[in-house]
């Protein structure tokens, strides 16, 4: 079955860094695009990044552009983030997600989540 195992979260300082890992079974990973969505306190689900299944091409939420890097390795079935110069508006628990063609349904799988935390 399809497995998504999200690690790295934890607290920051602002101005500090994390890399987020998600780990891919059940599936061939190097076929789908995958993507990062983050959830804040009391808050919804928000878009972070997508990254096509070569890992190629990527995409960004605006406000994050910069700061953040999504990527890949097809050969070890890893999705990545790389978050540099985090914010206290970052703090959020992150998934990551398998994406799906349907535009009604982008994802079809999550991760269980990591909480990231930026606080002094």
């Known amino acids: 079955q399809v497995q998504l195992v999200e690690s790295g979260g934890g607290l920051v300082q602002p101005g500090g860094s994390l890399r987020l890992s998600c780990a891919a079974s059940?599936?061939?990973?190097?076929?789908?695009?995958m993507s990062w969505v983050r959830q804040a306190p009391g808050k919804g689900l928000e878009w972070v990044s997508d990254i096509n299944s070569g890992g190629g091409n990527t995409d960004y939420a605006d406000s994050l552009k910069g700061r953040f890097t999504i990527s890949r390795d097809n050969a070890k079935n890893t999705l990545y983030l790389q978050m540099n110069s985090l914010k206290p508006e970052d703090t959020a628990v992150y998934y990551c997600?398998?994406?799906?063609?349907?535009?009604?349904?982008?994802?079809?799988?999550w991760g269980q989540g990591t909480q990231v935390t930026v606080s002094s």
């Open positions: 997600a398998k994406k799906t063609s349907d535009f009604f349904s982008p994802y079809d799988y």
């Open positions: 059940g599936f061939t990973f190097s076929m789908y695009y």
